[in-house]
């Protein structure tokens, strides 16, 4: 397993994602119906909006997930993050970055990721809005497309919450 870089606006990036006032907090319907329609629209078991904290990945909606965050240092989404564009993982078992992740070889046996960036309007990444599935698969342009516009609907979302506590 090979560890992910940390961004070069880290520092920047965990501010941001502090001011969201979004972290631990409990789960939400209108992020929850998001990943669940991600699901469903591209037939895999599991969807997540997942925010990347300074050691760990906190999920803010988990289709299909029995856990609510897992450490930074195993994260698909740590990776994804230092990407410029959506960071797509065919067979996690033929890529040398996650080839002996332990959620690749063992639960929940992530073979293919798919995480699109969850960039704010000012440019930090605070995480992914990412599908997972326990076989490989392939992923073409059109289904970047699809799961950019899926993303979208995240981030607007994570905006008017925002809203709605000032």
Not at 20 to 45: C, G, M, Q
Not at 98 to 104: G, I, K, L, T, Y
Not at 128 to 153: E, N, S
């Amino acid at each position: 397993m090979i560890l992910a870089p940390l961004p070069h606006n880290e520092k920047q990036r965990l501010q941001a994602l502090r001011d969201l006032l979004i972290l631990d907090t409990p789960p939400e319907e209108r992020f929850d119906r998001i990943s669940a329609f991600a699901a469903k629209e591209f037939d895999v078991p599991m969807a997540l909006v997942s925010l990347v904290d300074r050691d760990r990945q906190w999920f803010k909606s988990s289709f299909g997930m029995d856990m609510c965050e897992t450490s930074r240092d195993i994260s698909f989404c740590g990776h994804a993050i230092t990407m410029s564009e959506t960071l797509v993982v065919h067979d996690a078992l033929k890529d040398p970055r996650f080839e002996d992740n332990p959620m690749v070889i063992g639960e929940p046996y992530v073979r293919f990721y798919a995480g699109a960036l969850l960039r704010l309007p000012y440019g930090q990444i605070v995480g992914t809005f990412c599908i997972m599935d326990r076989r490989p698969r392939p992923f073409d342009k059109l289904d970047v497309a699809i799961l950019g516009g899926l993303r979208d609907l995240v981030v607007e979302e994570m905006f008017r919450r925002e809203e709605a506590l000032t």
